[in-house]
């Protein structure tokens, strides 16, 4: 089963209590390390363009990585940090004991001893990335002892090792929650988890709001070219926008998620790549059966008693102006950490979380230049988390869904804790490249993934969903996914600004299954309830459910559409992405009077808010970017956004709610948004959420603001001498 790690956690027992005081000071660095430093920065020439972004030049691959870890500094090093404290299970360094189990879970599942290990048996052209990887963010500290980190004074080379997914929370915890963590390790080592049973836990999250990405074949080209539409859905200014150039063959642009040396989202001279999502099953929950003899714990395997091992963790907790240190045992079987527990039985994770291979993997298909040498480097079987759609300049387009796929029994439900006891569960090892759902070249000539059912990526010419095992792909529709295959299957020749036109497109395919029942209900209501209702439903009839900022009928239809959702029965397990379905199943047994209560509520609730129900969409649907991230203020100047979250259907998408403000303001969706045409030289536009930079003084903080919300995409400079002509500032780390 696999759902992906979330970052809120509360309490903690306490097993030990070392008070030190926290002390977060510069760095010192050798003279020896000064000196490295130096060498490699005068190796490397970044030149920031007309709207910030950097574009990296070195004689070697190590020397880009250098420069790129430096400007990412540049830009956010709090970023990093951040994303570093979470990966390393050392948030509660920070942010104290709310974050505590979070570092729990995570120090559970990747053990840096084995990123150690790793990182001092790589070959030396890899060990040398890493080490560029390091010397570029430490030297960024060294000058600039102003910067005063929360926690990482020192990064150290093996930290890449930690981190070799690009998405938002890839780290797979089999759907065990904190909470249950926290249950388990809850200091009563007699019962351990052994009574405990999860109540008021939101056991499976909806995560409908992912990423799109399309591939158009040449025969579906204006140019006659294959293209490629990049469109990740994220929290917003998630990642940075680079170019990369080096004398050992690496030319890359796109996306890189802060901390991390690769391109996660992007494309080279000759070929791009789009991860999306994947709900893939990945990773297994084994249910232990243990018993304590002697003092020490067995489960019960084949037949026979096995010990379990143990693994000492420390965790630091901020507490004030000091740091509690607190120790904790951590247990596992050969499935895994254990994690939790339900119904006495113990939970066992097996997964991929980090490896060698995942970092390796994602480096690799920046340098590919054939699709050949594309699945050269995914052959390596380790990305965990994402579906890729790619295309390249000799007509290719292809799809992968996941990528690291274990073999198993198919008879078993892999959705939910199997049992621990028997061989029969355990894996047969890794399904190669052409066994995972795929497709190449599709006689459509197109191919969406929009986080749901590959079995609909490239429409009659999708891959066969019979011929697979339903772990391999799990999940069903969504109306993006939906409304995907129709744009690009009713499409003529598109031209890349017609691409990105589809990509952009606003129409919202949820309500093409919730309207209908509301207008049938409004027929056979009563007839007081007619009347007052009776605006608002011609409103919502004669809206061609397309959002737009100066839309009334958009403001109701999320309304509404937003309190249908929240009747919308959980979804059971497995049920990843079953959207589509589980609405329909629903608003079959909906009653009418039941869906004109909710629009009258819907009507109030707009009335009490904003005193007119009757308010157009762009009024109170808002871009704004704060100066420290989180203060929105409805005094200070915003945009508006026509918009909506992509969970009603659409395919950009700007999620956006109260902060504390009477209007909506967005903080995830649309990110780096990028459209590449692949003929014999690059042609390629992109939009970024705002701005590159994170400097409220910089012009680049909001200069692509109006852009970003008009889907009006900037052309990237993909060669340097269009980057000379557009050079803003060049200089050396």
Same mark, same amino acid.
């Not at 400007?71 to 360094?93: A, M, P, V």
């Not at 950009?652 to 780096?672: A, D, H, I, L």
């Given at each position: ?47 920031? %363009? ?44 920070? /942010? ?34 890493? %080490? ?98 990049? $469109? ?61 003899? /002697? ?31 607190? $120790? ?406």
């Amino acid at each position: 089963m696999i759902i992906r790690a979330t970052t809120h956690i509360k309490n903690f027992f306490i097993a030990t209590l070392i008070f030190i005081p926290v002390l977060v000071s510069a760095q010192k660095f050798s003279s020896a390390e000064i000196s490295r430093f130096k060498q490699q920065a005068a190796a490397v020439t970044i030149i920031r %363009d007309d709207y910030g972004v950097p574009h990296i030049y070195g004689k070697t691959d190590a020397a880009v990585v250098f420069g790129l870890m430096y400007t990412q500094c540049e830009d956010n090093f709090k970023g990093i940090e951040r994303n570093y404290l979470y990966q390393l299970g050392r948030q509660s360094e920070a /942010d104290g004991e709310s974050r505590l189990f979070d570092d729990v879970q995570l120090q559970l599942i990747a053990d840096s001893a084995g990123a150690i290990a790793d990182y001092n048996k790589s070959p030396l052209y890899f060990k040398k990335l890493m %080490d560029a990887f390091a010397d570029g963010l430490n030297y960024y500290l060294y000058k600039h002892p102003e910067v005063k980190p929360v926690v990482f004074t020192r990064f150290k080379p093996w930290y890449a090792l930690m981190f070799t997914d690009g998405s938002v929370a890839a780290t797979e915890t089999g759907n065990i929650s904190p909470k249950e963590t926290q249950a388990f390790y809850n200091g009563e080592t007699e019962k351990l988890g052994s009574v405990y049973k999860p109540r008021d836990i939101k056991m499976y999250e909806e995560r409908e709001t992912g990423s799109n990405g399309f591939a158009i074949a040449p025969a579906k080209s204006a140019s006659g070219h294959a293209m490629l539409y990049i $469109n990740p859905h994220v929290p917003f200014y998630f990642r940075s926008e680079v170019g990369l150039k080096s004398d050992e063959g690496l030319q890359a642009y796109g996306a890189v998620t802060w901390g991390q040396f690769f391109i996660y989202q992007g494309f080279n001279a000759h070929c791009g790549w789009m991860h999306t999502s994947s709900y893939a099953d990945v990773g297994d929950v084994y249910a232990e059966k243990v018993v304590k003899k /002697d003092g020490k714990w067995f489960y019960e395997y084949d037949g026979k008693l096995k010990p379990v091992t143990t693994r000492a963790l420390k965790l630091n907790i901020k507490q004030g102006d000091q740091t509690v240190s607190r $120790n904790i045992t951590g247990y596992y079987t050969h499935h895994g950490p254990v994690l939790a527990a339900r119904d006495g039985k113990w939970l066992a994770l097996k997964h991929n979380n980090r490896s060698y291979n995942a970092l390796l993997e994602s480096w690799l298909i920046t340098k590919a230049n054939t699709l050949e040498q594309y699945k050269k480097a995914m052959d390596l079987l380790s990305n965990t988390s994402n579906n890729t759609v790619y295309a390249d300049d000799k007509g290719n387009i292809a799809f992968w869904y996941g990528n690291f796929m274990p073999k198993r029994d198919a008879k078993i439900n892999w959705a939910l804790p199997v049992d621990g006891t028997t061989p029969a569960t355990e894996w047969k090892g890794l399904h190669p490249l052409n066994e995972i759902v795929h497709v190449y070249n599709p006689a459509t000539g197109w191919i969406q993934n929009c986080n749901s059912t590959p079995f609909t990526a490239s429409g009659t010419a999708s891959p066969d969903k019979s011929k697979y095992p339903l772990y391999m792909a799990p999940d069903n529709e969504n109306y993006r996914g939906i409304l995907a295959a129709k744009l690009l299957k009713d499409a003529g020749k598109l031209s890349l600004d017609e691409m990105i036109s589809k990509g952009y497109d606003h129409y919202l395919s949820l309500f093409d299954d919730v309207l209908p029942p509301l207008f049938a209900a409004y027929k056979n209501a009563p007839d007081t309830l007619k009347t007052q209702l009776a605006e608002p439903l011609a409103v919502l009839q004669q809206w061609d459910r397309r959002s737009a900022a100066n839309s009334i009928a958009t403001t109701l239809g999320v309304e509404y559409g937003t309190a249908i959702m929240r009747v919308l029965p959980a979804p059971l397990p497995g049920e990843n992405s079953y959207q589509v379905k589980r609405v329909r199943e629903m608003l079959a047994t909906l009653p009418g009077n039941k869906q004109m209560e909710l629009l009258s509520e819907a009507v109030k609730s707009l009335q009490s808010r904003y005193g007119n129900w009757k308010t157009a969409w762009g009024d109170i649907n808002r871009y704004q970017r704060p100066a420290d991230g989180v203060t929105f203020d409805d005094k200070q100047p915003s945009l508006p956004v026509g918009a909506t979250s992509s969970n009603f259907g659409q395919l950009p998408s700007f999620v956006s709610r109260p902060m504390g403000t009477q209007k909506r303001y967005g903080y995830s969706g649309n990110s780096f948004i990028a459209a590449i045409e692949f003929g014999p030289r690059v042609k390629a536009k992109t939009i970024v959420t705002g701005g590159s930079s994170f400097n409220p003084a910089s012009k680049h903080y909001t200069d692509q603001a109006q852009g970003y919300i008009d889907g009006k995409f900037k052309d990237v400079l993909f060669y340097k001498e269009d980057v000379l002509k557009h050079a803003e500032k060049t200089y050396h780390p």
